[in-house]
């Protein structure tokens, strides 16, 4: 069984920045992907951000390209999401989750385990 704990949410003003952290439990968490979804209240899910396995090649939403970075460091077993310029419409729950395959990298199914999430609200 595998453990996704997410961190480093909080409330902050738009122009703002949050780095995201999420620790993994488990030795294999350097074979797999890894990615970033949110969910604002009454919409679905939608995908963020995702990054391979080593950590070198990553892919962004077209709303976050630019803003947001993604990284992997397998030595700590952990996936940040450094999110700068904030604005009012990235408010939502995040969730970072272990993706085993390597195709339709932005479709939440394709994720195995998930973190229970942490909250970003942005203020205007």
Do not use: H
């Amino acid at each position: 069984q595998v453990q996704l704990v997410e961190s480093g949410g909080g409330l902050v003003q738009a122009g703002g920045s949050l780095r995201l952290s999420c620790v993994a439990s488990g030795r294999t968490f350097s074979s797999y992907a890894m990615g970033w979804f949110r969910q604002a209240p009454g919409k679905e899910r939608e995908f963020v951000a995702t990054i391979d396995s080593s950590g070198g090649s990553a892919y962004y939403a077209d709303s976050v390209k630019g803003r947001f970075t993604i990284s992997k460091d397998n030595a700590k077993n952990t996936v940040y999401l450094q999110m700068n310029s904030l604005k009012p419409e990235d408010t939502a729950v995040y969730y970072c989750a272990r993706r085993p395959g390597v195709v339709r990298v932005t479709i939440a199914n394709n994720y195995d385990y998930w973190g229970q999430g942490t909250q970003v609200t942005v203020s205007s």
